[in-house]
């Protein structure tokens, strides 16, 4: 499809690029992101002077296309190294974001609260436009603004290094102070005796934290930093919140565990209980005992963890 541009392909990265209606009046939320994407790759050519097959034939099925990108290129503050880390997010809006932060502006809060979440998720979705962007399909992001609650208080255990049975546990408290789960494609009552609404709350939550967390959210938060950094400067910019996301954790050592293939909940339990085996030099890991520490860890308090690491490091 991206080399023939079957099925008006081309012509719908220009309207991406155009933020114009779609030449379907009903597509899929998988077909609108990969338009974006590649009008989005599209202009990061532009921006780069490369000459490619997928630039090639969107100049040859778009008569005003060089124009177009021209004067994209012309309004354009984003350096190319964020443009192309970032190539799921339009340019516009990373334009919109740079003029919009100010001198000495913080790109996330110091404290990370429910609230602070909250705050920074309104921003994200008025600056990135999610009403738009990630309000569609089957399963969007965000169907109403409302939802914002409801990732902030995800977001919060899960950057707090909540373990995960304790994030179902306030998951199940926050729609019980909501009162209703969206259930067979409708808004429900929830009960929190049946035990259907209680795998789907599950299940949801496992799949939010791995897919919009992890992912979307991730990379809004990253193309956020970004931008503030290059205008701003790192040390002005502070905190990544897109690494902490990305980990569930606030905590360099559970980072750095993470970082050499270990999941979140072992490297939380190690840093937590058995230090005494990793060796750290300038906050970087450089060695980890695993034959001492599997013959130290609690088979009784951890004898799934242990059986787990096994597997892993042995």
Not at 98 to 115: D, M, N
Not at 157 to 172: D, E, F, G, R, V
Not at 182 to 201: E, G
Not at 226 to 254: C, F, H, M, P, R
Request: hydrophobic share 35%; proline share 2%.
């Amino acid at each position: 499809m991206v080399i023939n541009g079957q099925k008006n392909f081309y012509i719908n990265l220009e309207h991406s690029l155009r933020q114009i209606d779609f030449t379907k009046d009903s597509y899929t939320q998988n077909e609108k992101e990969v338009w974006d994407h590649y009008a989005n790759i599209v202009f990061s050519h532009q921006a780069s002077k490369t000459d490619s097959i997928l630039m090639s034939n969107f100049l040859r099925r778009n008569t005003d296309g060089k124009k177009l990108l021209e004067r994209m290129e012309k309004d354009n503050h984003i350096p190319l190294y964020i443009l192309e880390q970032c190539s799921n997010i339009k340019a516009i809006y990373q334009n919109k974001v740079w003029v919009k932060i100010k001198e000495s502006e913080r790109a996330f809060p110091e404290e990370i609260t429910y609230q602070t979440c909250l705050e920074v998720l309104e921003r994200m979705y008025d600056y990135y436009n999610w009403s738009k962007e990630e309000s569609k399909g089957r399963n969007p992001m965000v169907r109403q603004r409302t939802r914002l609650q409801y990732f902030a208080v995800l977001m919060h255990s899960w950057m707090k290094s909540t373990p995960l049975n304790m994030m179902i546990i306030y998951i199940i408290n926050y729609y019980k102070k909501k009162g209703e789960i969206w259930y067979n494609n409708k808004p429900t009552v929830f009960n929190p005796n049946d035990r259907k609404h209680i795998n789907l709350i599950i299940n949801n939550l496992i799949s939010d934290i791995d897919n919009v967390l992890r992912f979307k959210i991730k990379n809004y938060f990253l193309n956020y930093y970004l931008i503030v950094s290059e205008k701003n400067g790192k040390q002005t910019a502070g905190d990544n919140w897109a690494e902490y996301v990305e980990y569930g954790t606030t905590d360099d050592i559970v980072i750095e565990l993470q970082n050499i293939g270990l999941p979140r909940h072992l490297s939380m339990m190690i840093k937590d209980n058995y230090m005494d085996f990793l060796t750290f030099e300038d906050g970087m890991l450089i060695d980890l005992d695993a034959k001492a520490l599997i013959e130290n860890i609690d088979d009784k308090k951890y004898r799934n963890e242990l059986e787990e690491l096994k597997m892993m490091i042995l």
